[in-house]
């Protein structure tokens, strides 16, 4: 039920996209054979994390718009260009600017944007204090 609640109650939303660069699965040998050509990350001996596609992500975002619009009060989505996780910024493994550009795109294209609901880009990746701070500052702002 992601944002069923924020969406019967009208509740004031802000949030983002963080994660959504990785699917869990526990140890390496418990990837299903379907996804071991993937890019993979083995993040200890019981975490192994796979990097999500440009279509994968394309996906996320149209579902994630969805349930954006159906918000009636207000609501701030922040999009973390810097990447949506620590192994997705620049010159780590999971760095995808075209499966994270997929990801802000579908989010762009399919939220109907008003002056009650708004996607804001940010430079920082979702892990930066900066990003942290933005999203303090849009929370304050539209419980004022």
Known sequence: DRL??????????????GALD????????TVPENF??????????????MRT???????????IGAKLNQC??????????GGVSLIDA????????EA?????NALEKTVVQTANRRLIRLPHNVNDPKFAQALVENFKEIQS
């Open 53 to 63: 596609t440009a279509d994968e992500n394309r996906q996320m975002g149209e579902w």
């Open 4 to 17: 069923g609640a924020i969406i019967r109650t009208q509740t004031p939303y802000v949030g983002s996209c």
């Open 100 to 104: 994270d550009a997929a990801l802000f």
């Open 90 to 97: 620049p010159g780590q493994p999971f760095h995808d600017p």
């Open 72 to 81: 009636q009060g207000p609501v701030r989505f922040l999009l973390p260009e």
């Open 22 to 29: 990785m699917v869990n699965f526990g140890a390496l040998e």
């Open 36 to 49: 071991k050509d993937r890019n993979l990350y083995v993040h200890n001996a019981h975490v192994t994390l």
